[in-house]
Every structure is written in structure tokens, then in C-alpha cells.
């Protein structure tokens, strides 16, 4: 038996799981608490404990398979090296916009077909780079059109090299997309990740060791392919989004389905996705992190506040919100006070708040709320404001702590209707009832019927959001508005107009993963006409689609229509061709980008590598309405299992 070790760092926990790499099967689990300050001790951990507990031989192990959330929280959080931009035959009027520490835009770049604007100006550049060689750890050249002529972009990063002996990265490799600021963006947060991730892939490396597995390791990117620990060294970015594409192709790859659509229900959120041949489709304008537009692939997957933590908000007529704003469940706020449940009645209130992280950081006005939350316990606003009767913005204060996450506010939610329901029991379930009987107060509507009630609403809106996932993918965003809105609900069996029915059927069984997805998705089968698979070992869904995808390389090449009837193709390579008929093109094209990724997936540790090559013809209309060729991408494909 070929075993493989996936480990998965999240936010809260560090999943290990070993998997039969020959059968695809779940053997074992365990999950440790995530450890912020070293993450490797969080990994040690969970990896010693499955070896141990379930005498498992570290030398057995085939593969190692890694996803993190460390690139996503790093870019957040704004940590890593300092960066410095060289924009090569563009400019800008906000340099900040790119998140880089400095920036310097000099002459040079090429035009859409690959020639040259202006000369590369050296002794500018050159200039520029002593000017802020001292204030930054690496720098990034970023060139007009690099995508189609890369020749400026790595003249630059030679002499840069040779100036300063720092890292240098080229926009275009990380992206053969069109989009010179998008692609300038994704070149300065890969390079001020840089420092991140080798840090991070030395403490793995050494820990592994010491733990006697020595197996190669391979991480996962955020379009749910796998790269080699030297790749994500040198291309960290692509680890961007890394968490959640585990996540759902692990509930992929546990259902054993190739064709499916994943639905992972979390606390805090719903992620939903569409796989293909076993593949995720992919999100082809990019990942967007931290409000920065980026060209880095990931899985197209669509997420809403929607989860086990998620606030329900009710009134006297009876209408019921569910989210989008994540509280502290009811049941667990229960267990830090036995008075909760008195205090919900006689203050007429289920929010309350709570300490949830460290408050060192804070200075001022938010230290000092933070300070009288931590020593009265759970309380209101109200008292917080009268322990600070000086402070006149105690409100906003508590307001932006908790949007910082070092406090939260209580709140009834999905977890306390399951407790109620006794579909799991978890925490205070006095505080769950007491949550519910507080919306009923005034009303005849009983316990019971109230949580039968949000149980079918929780049940509707799973159903409404697989429906939006399906209506975008057919026919593009849908508008914000309320007939919309209605639309969706009819679709999802949530209205019924009276006078016809409307039923939709899906073409692929619905995979569920997380918590409440088992509690909540078995209903969708009638609403939605779909087989709903919940796989065993989901809980341990992040750790095995690390370990569980393959290596992928992909590369579209551009075809465009010259005004004298040839058809030019571009390529990342530094060449164009030009050709009589379409036909010549394509073929030229589909060699190219073939041989290209091939030897990619080749050089990245693949075998069996299957190619596949895609071609798209992108159109437009004249003013009279006629159809003519815009362009035409081929899309090549290489995919296999690592070696």
C-alpha cells in the first residue's frame, strides 16, 4: 500500500490525514490546534499523533501533500518583504495601488503584437534601482505586453540581479494573461511573500524530518493543483486561496465523483463549486485577496455568509434573517456564563460581548474597552459604556474591535436550532432555548414550531444558493434586484405562485461536506432534483485534497486577425508567426502550447501526463449587426499524478 500524508493549516485547526494514494480512501485523521506563532509546531503535532495512534510507518509514506492558509492571512495581514516595482512602458497615477513599497516607471515595453514601443531605458533604470536597493528585499519588473514579448522584463531583472544580488521577479511568468496592472499586482505580492513561504517550507522540511518522513512534498494552489516545494518557493502567490480549494476538492475526491458540484458548509461561510472530469472550473479573472485584483488561477467557487455561526435575526411578524454577519452561537456563550439565559429574558437581547482574541496590540480607547469587556465577562453595551463614562465613541470603538476580531457579539444561529432540534448537542442548550423564546416572546408560536420553521428556511437557502450558482454559470451575474430574488426562490421551491409549478434538476449529484451540510443537504433532493452524496471522513476534507489532486499546467495562446487577412499568433515565448488560414494557426498554436505544458507538468513531477487542448473562437458585432472573429485562444492542458 502507497500511503500519502496530507496536512492542512487553517485558521483554528491543523488537519493530518493518511490516505490509500492507489484507492483514493481516507485511512485515518486527527486535528490539532492551528499554533499562529510557529505553524510547523501545530503540523508536528497533528502529523505525530495519526503516526502514533495508529502505528503508522513514516517511511511508508509516499507523498506529502501541504495547503495553507499562510499566503491568504500574510496578504491580509500585510506581512513579508519589502517590494519594490520597476513598471516598464506604463505609468500610473497611484503607485500605492499596487502594494508595493516603492515604485519607478521607466521608458520601454512592447505593443499587443509584440513590437517594441521604445528602447529599454538601462541607464534609467539603473538609476532607480541604486535609488531604492537599501529599502527593499526584492524587487519586480513588470513590462507592457510582456505576455507576448518578455525580452525588456528580463534585461531588467539581469541588470537588477547583477546591481543588488536580490530576488527578482517577472510579472510574466507568474501570468500569461493580458492585464498589465493585474499582472504587476500579482508580481509584488508573490515577491513580498517570498520570504513568508521559505520560511514557512524550511521549519516543514525540518519537521518532517525529524518526524522520519521523507517522502516529496507537494503543495497545493489555489486552482486545486499541486506544485513541488521548489515551485512554491519561487511562485508563492499561487498558494493564495490554497484553504479553500482543499476543502472542496477533498469533498470531490472523498465522494469518489468526478462530476459533481461541492457545497462546503462552514461556520462562518458556504463555498460552492462545479467540477468537471475531476477537475474544479477555474475562475478565469483571477483571485481577488484583500480587495487587490490578482491574475493568480483559482477555483471558481462561489462564497456567502452562510453557516453554523451565522446570526439569525427575527421579528414579531415573523420574518426571519439568516446572516450575513457571523456572532458567537448562543450554546457556547452558554458555557462561559450560567447566567446567560436570566440575562437574555430580563434584558430582552441575545447580544452580548465576548472577549475572543489576545488584546496586547491595543493602545488607547480600544485597550481600554477591550479591558472592561475581559473583566466584566459577557455584557451589553450599555454596561460597557457606563464602566468608561468618559468616553464619548465607546460604540464605535466596540464596533471596529469587533470588526478587528478581538471581540464578538453573541447571537442565536444554525448551531443552536440543530441543539434544539437534538440533531447534535454542543454547549449550553439553555441559552439555545432561551435565544428562541426571546424572538417568541408575544407571539403563539412554540419552540418546536419555530425551529421546524428555520430548518426549512436554512434547508431554502442552501437550495436559492445552488440555484445562483447555476443561473451565473448559464448566463453570467445575476442583477441585485428583488424580481430576481423571487425568481431564485421559485426555482429552489421556496414560493410556490399558485397557478404552475417550476422544478429544476440538476446535472450532476450535489457533494456535501462540513457540519451542517449533513444535517441540512439530505432535503435538497426533492428540491432540487439532484442524488446528494455527504462522504464519510469530511471532516477531514482539507487534509486529503491536499494529498489527493494532481499536478496541472495550463498555457492559452492568442490568435489575432490582421487587417491584411493574416492570422497572427502570439505566444510567451518571444515570437510571433503569421498565417494564411485560421487552420495553419490553430495547429501551430495547439503544438506550441502542448509541447509547453507538457514539459511543464513533466519538470513538476508528473506521470501519466494526459494532454487536452481547448479552442475558443471570441466574437463580436459590428454596427450592422454582423459576427465576425475578435480573436481565437487555444488553451492546452497537461495534467498527472505526482511521481
Not at 102 to 118: M, N, Q, T
Not at 154 to 160: N, P
Not at 482 to 502: C, I, K, M, T, Y
Not at 555 to 570: C, E, H, N, P, Y
Amino acid at each position: 500500500m502507497e500511503l500519502g500524508l496530507g496536512i492542512d493549516t487553517g485558521g483554528t485547526f491543523t488537519d493530518a490525514a493518511m490516505v490509500d494514494l492507489q484507492e483514493r480512501r481516507l485511512l485515518a485523521w486527527t486535528k490539532s490546534p492551528t499554533t499562529p506563532h510557529d505553524l510547523s509546531e501545530g503540523i508536528v503535532e497533528s502529523v505525530s499523533t495519526l503516526l502514533r495512534k495508529h502505528r503508522y510507518d513514516p517511511r511508508q509514506i509516499k507523498l506529502v501533500g501541504l495547503s495553507t492558509t499562510l499566503a491568504t492571512n500574510s496578504i491580509l495581514e500585510r506581512r513579508g518583504g519589502k517590494v519594490g516595482l520597476i513598471g516598464i512602458g506604463w505609468d500610473h497615477d497611484d503607485p500605492d495601488s499596487f502594494g508595493a513599497d516603492h515604485c519607478a516607471f521607466i521608458g520601454g515595453g512592447h505593443d499587443s503584437k509584440g513590437r517594441e514601443l521604445s528602447s529599454l531605458d538601462m541607464d534609467d533604470l539603473k538609476s532607480r534601482v541604486l535609488a531604492m536597493k537599501d529599502e527593499v528585499d526584492a524587487f519586480v519588473v513588470s513590462s507592457m505586453f510582456s505576455v507576448y514579448q518578455p525580452s525588456h522584463e528580463d534585461r531588467a531583472r539581469t541588470l537588477i540581479g547583477e546591481l543588488t544580488k536580490a530576488p527578482v521577479v517577472a510579472a510574466y511568468e507568474l501570468s500569461g494573461e493580458l492585464g498589465v496592472l493585474e499582472r504587476s499586482v500579482t508580481a509584488v505580492l508573490n515577491a513580498r511573500l517570498l520570504p513568508v513561504i521559505a520560511d514557512f517550507l524550511d521549519k516543514i522540511e525540518m519537521a518532517l524530518k525529524g518526524l522520519h518522513v521523507t517522502a516529496k512534498i507537494m503543495v497545493l494552489k489555489g486552482d486545486g493543483s499541486v506544485m513541488p516545494v521548489s515551485a512554491a518557493r519561487q511562485r508563492p502567490v499561487e498558494t493564495v486561496l490554497s484553504g479553500p480549494a482543499a476543502s472542496l476538492l477533498g469533498g470531490a475526491r472523498l465522494s469518489g465523483l468526478d462530476n459533481c458540484l461541492v457545497v462546503d458548509m462552514g461556520g462562518t461561510s458556504t463555498d460552492i463549486a462545479y467540477f468537471d472530469e475531476g477537475f474544479p472550473r477555474i475562475n478565469r479573472d483571477g483571485a481577488k485577496v484583500a480587495g487587490w485584483r490578482t491574475k493568480v488561477r483559482s477555483i471558481d467557487a462561489t462564497t456567502v455568509a452562510l453557516g453554523g455561526d451565522s446570526e439569525i435575526v427575527s421579528n414579531i411578524q415573523g420574518d426571519v434573517r439568516i446572516g450575513p454577519r457571523r456572532v458567537l452561537p448562543l450554546a457556547l456563550a452558554g458555557e462561559l456564563s450560567s447566567k446567560l439565559p436570566r440575562m437574555i429574558m430580563e434584558r430582552r437581547s441575545v447580544n452580548f460581548l465576548v472577549t475572543v482574541r489576545s488584546g496586547e496590540s491595543l493602545t488607547g480607547e480600544g485597550s481600554q474597552v477591550y479591558e472592561v469587556v475581559k473583566d466584566l465577562g459577557l455584557c451589553d453595551h450599555g454596561e460597557v459604556s457606563a464602566s468608561l463614562p468618559d468616553q464619548y465613541l465607546v460604540k464605535d470603538t466596540i464596533d471596529k474591535l469587533v470588526r478587528s476580531g478581538h471581540l464578538m457579539t453573541t447571537g442565536l444561529t444554525p448551531t443552536d436550532i440543530f441543539n434544539l432540534e437534538e440533531l447534535y448537542r454542543i454547549g449550553d442548550v439553555g441559552s439555545s432555548r432561551a435565544g428562541v423564546e426571546h424572538y417568541l416572546e408575544g407571539t403563539r408560536m412554540t419552540v418546536e414550531a419555530y425551529c421546524a420553521r428555520l430548518m426549512h428556511r436554512l434547508v431554502g437557502r442552501v437550495a436559492e444558493e445552488i440555484v445562483r450558482k447555476m443561473l451565473v454559470e448559464e448566463v453570467g451575474d445575476l442583477p441585485v434586484d428583488q424580481n430576481v430574488d423571487r425568481l431564485v426562490q421559485l426555482l429552489a421551491g421556496e414560493r410556490s405562485p399558485g397557478s404552475f409549478r417550476v422544478s429544476v434538476k440538476l446535472d450532476r449529484p450535489i457533494v456535501g461536506i462540513g457540519g451542517p451540510a449533513r444535517l441540512l443537504m439530505p432535503s435538497l433532493r426533492d428540491m432540487l432534483g439532484a442524488e446528494v452524496v455527504i462522504p464519510e471522513g469530511s471532516q477531514a476534507g482539507n487534509a486529503v485534497g491536499a494529498v489527493c489532486s494532481r499536478i496541472s499546467e495550463t498555457l492559452t495562446l492568442r490568435i489575432q486577425l490582421l487587417v491584411d487577412g493574416k492570422f497572427q499568433l502570439l505566444t510567451p515565448f518571444g515570437t510571433t508567426q503569421d498565417f494564411r488560414r485560421p487552420e495553419e494557426a490553430i495547429a501551430r498554436a495547439k503544438e506550441l502550447a502542448g509541447q509547453h505544458v507538457w514539459g511543464n507538468a513533466d519538470r513538476a513531477g508528473a506521470k501519466d501526463i494526459g494532454l487536452s487542448v481547448d479552442v475558443k473562437e471570441v466574437r463580436f458585432k459590428d454596427q450592422k449587426g454582423m459576427d465576425h472573429i475578435n480573436w481565437i485562444e487555444v488553451t492546452a492542458r497537461a495534467s498527472g499524478e505526482p511521481r
